[in-house]
């Protein structure tokens, strides 16, 4: 299996006490370097080409992003009450090898038939084709799909969204697209308020809010009928998962309770659906997931699950 970082991811700096931190990372990799099983080959990843980042954001929207980028200190993107959104003077290339490392992994994909995990910052789900939001700047995922539809012909793609926050950039990217199914589970009402089971696209749409509170068994349950079982019928070609890990029980920004071993039941229903219609063909990306000790055993257990 291949893992995608870099230490670019890093440099990205969001201010005192916040949860979206680099050692959100550096735990991450050492928990993999901890497990030999794992057999991973750890790549660091390009920085995206812009022309590929353009096939999902336009080209002013991102100058603009990047124009903003302090020469020192940290500007927020968004207005209050989420004024967390910051821009750092390093953001530029953190931004990139984040997105980089889908466009990349979309590469060894199709070439090299690996599953990869993407463990970089910052995240992309919440970024929508015009706005930077909740962390995010550029939408990784959707970049890698369009990417993997442009350059390598994969038609029909599913997006599998486990963060326990909705993914409103990649739904609002995708919402008349039918070529792109998302499927979420995420806890409702909580940021970015989006997610509603009526929100449907063009079919191709599928939502599963949860009730704060909600237990392992009953996540499992909902996510195996309302994401699972559509996205079985929908037959993708490739699978891409956004692996939050902020449904977990100690995490401090929502209120499920997964524990880490249920990342790798999880992640094994994805697998045995890919390897019913996708080849097995599996990219998992990294979004949120804010206590350090959480996320480092939750994606073990994701990547023990994921690998072949
Ligand atoms: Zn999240």
Known sequence: MIVYSHPDCLLKDNGFNHPERKERITSIIESIKKQNEL?????????????????????????????????????????????????????????????????????????????????????????????????????????????????????????????????????????????????????????????????????????????????AREFIRIFEKKILRPIDKFKPEVILISAGFDAHFRDPLANINLESENYHEITKLIIELSNIHSGGRVISFLEGGYDLLALSESIKQHLLALKK
Do not use: W
Not at 113 to 126: M, S, T, W
Not at 166 to 175: A, D, K, L, M, V
């Open 39 to 215: 057999n991973v080959e750890f790549k660091e990843s390009p920085l995206a080409n812009l022309d590929t980042v353009f096939l999902v954001h336009p080209q002013n929207h991102i100058k603009k992003i990047f124009s903003n980028i302090p020469k020192k200190g940290l500007i927020g993107v968004e207005k209050e009450p989420y004024a967390d959104t910051m821009l750092c003077p390093n953001s530029e290339r953190a931004i990139l090898r984040a997105c980089g490392a889908g466009i990349a992994a979309a590469d060894d994909l199709i070439n090299k038939n690996d599953r990869i995990f993407c463990a970089v910052r910052p995240p992309g789900h919440h970024a929508e084709t015009m706005k930077a939001m909740g962390f995010c700047f550029i939408n990784n995922i959707a970049v890698a799909a369009k990417y993997l539809q442009s350059k390598h012909k994969v038609n029909k793609i599913a997006i599998i969204d486990f963060d326990v926050h909705h993914g409103n950039g990649t739904q609002e990217i995708f919402y008349n697209d039918k070529t792109v199914a998302y499927g979420s589970t995420h806890e409702s009402p909580l940021f970015p308020g989006t997610g509603l089971e009526t929100e449907t696209g063009v079919g191709n749409i599928f939502n599963a809010p949860l009730k704060a509170g909600t237990e």
